[in-house]
DNA sequence: TGGCTCCTTATGACTGGACATTATGATTGG
DNA sequence: CCAATCATAATGTCCAGTCATAAGGAGCCA
């Protein structure tokens, strides 16, 4: 008797035994279904999770095949900064720097395939934690898209959290990178110009259209970490790791 | 007729449709299936994946409730350098530039729990596009529990490929985050020293026991890339961005 | 008030069956 | 020898039912 957890560790443990090497195709669900003595269903569950974990693939009428190379994934889980900073035991404190109303700069025009005719909501917006600048957070938001970024203050709350129950189910590209910190952002958070900070860009769209721009400066020693592995669900955290 | 697609894709409408805002209950699988028309098992598949999306949470006896704050996740993809270098359609070279063996830095020993004793082969090595400097791997094996990597010459591929395929199903703790490059950086990047660059360090362990531990320079201008929403699957693009 | 037990309810998992879908590989025809 | 065709084998999906599991909440008792 095997549920499909148990049908999926002893498939790791065989292809980790090499009894079942990368390249190598295993045994067909029937098949598998009588030597564990389960449904096909269940044995079909297991390897849909193997398929997800990037461990093994599937061809219809071909079979199962482990794969060469495992592929290695992490799921990161992007974290509103309210609830990043709280769950780290700091107070959370929200600044707004500044906010205007114009066209999109060109770099960002061409970056978001917009007419130049556009009219964004600028906001520039500090995250604290315990006091100390966290996150700095430049901010467009298309007028066209979402109309009521117009008039919406955005002084309590920053607009991400605001943005998200706007909408909610959003196609999204996001980016990670490097890079040195120039006046601004050495002003806002208390760092030396040139100092090398971690930087997230995201672009959100709606129905094919654009809706918003942002790009995250996150305070000098800034890590995004994740741990995984084959049984531990994947879980991601922030660390600070000041000083 | 509907399939689980079909559900999942309307519970999102309704959710995206304010029918059943955040925080809110949702009806129970039985009267979902009587009004899809479908098994309970359809309405189940189709709920595990908007659990798995991070859209809806759901407990036993309680019920299924639309999430106050949709769970943003990404699912990055960690590339084996080679592939990515290629798919971009660059070609790929690998140098080693220095290999020793010794105890591990004391840095390393408290990071990694290690007992001062144990020795580690420690790799520098460097991966070339198109001639370019792509990526700086400094690398520690713990020689203690991969002893194969005492006398394996890692001169023609890197430590990466070869160790994925001895521990293909390790437990992985991995770190994003930006850091100003050092002389010894800056001369195998051909970048400034103080440059930002990304980088990577990830911490590899099987059964409990450290196996090695990895920091990767990625050249200047490098971005990490990864697009998602909930019709489409995640696929992740690493892009050089040079220039 | 506070804490304990126990019933109930909703999700989670599995079964044994069925039909749908597809790509492969063999067969056939030019 | 190549290309089109087709049977088939494997995965993908679904059904109707059952049993397992967890936790909310009512009721009870101190």
């Known amino acids: 008797m095997s549920s499909f957890r148990d049908i999926k560790a002893d498939i790791i443990r065989r292809i980790s035994g090499e009894e079942w090497t990368p390249g190598s195709r295993i045994p067909n669900e029937i098949d598998l ?4 003595g389960t449904a096909r269903a269940t044995v079909n569950r297991a390897m849909a999770e193997l398929v997800d974990d990037g461990i093994v693939e599937r061809r219809r009428k071909a079979g199962t095949f482990v794969r060469d190379v495992p592929l290695r994934q992490v799921r990161l889980s992007i974290p509103i900064v309210r609830s990043e900073i709280e769950q780290n035991g700091a107070s959370y404190r929200y600044v707004l720097l500044q906010s205007s109303i114009g066209p999109a700069p060109e770099w ?11 009219e964004m909501r600028k906001l520039s917006c500090l995250h604290l934690a315990d006091g ?13 898209a979402t109309p009521a970024a117009r008039s919406f203050a955005f002084d309590k709350t920053g607009p991400s959290e605001w943005l998200i129950r706007q909408i909610p189910f959003s196609e999204v590209e996001i980016s990670f990178s490097a890079a040195s910190a120039g006046p601004d952002e050495a002003h806002s958070l208390g760092c030396a110009v040139g ?17 918003t721009f942002v790009r995250l400066w996150f305070h000098r020693g800034y890590r995004l970490t994740s741990r995984y592995g084959p049984g531990t669900d994947t879980q991601s955290a922030a660390r600070t790791g000041r000083g």
């Not at 279904?33 to 564990?36: G, Q």
């Not at 100390?132 to 066209?144: F, K, S, T, V």
């Not at 100092?195 to 809706?211: H, K, M, S």
Request: net charge positive.
């Open 33 to 36: 279904a009588r030597s564990y």
């Open 195 to 211: 100092d090398a900070l971690f930087r997230i860009e995201r672009q959100t769209y709606w129905t094919g259209q654009a809706v």
């Open 108 to 118: 960002l025009q061409a970056r978001l395939a917009l007419p130049s005719t556009v």
């Open 132 to 144: 100390l600048p966290y996150q700095l957070e430049d901010r467009w938001i298309n007028l066209a």
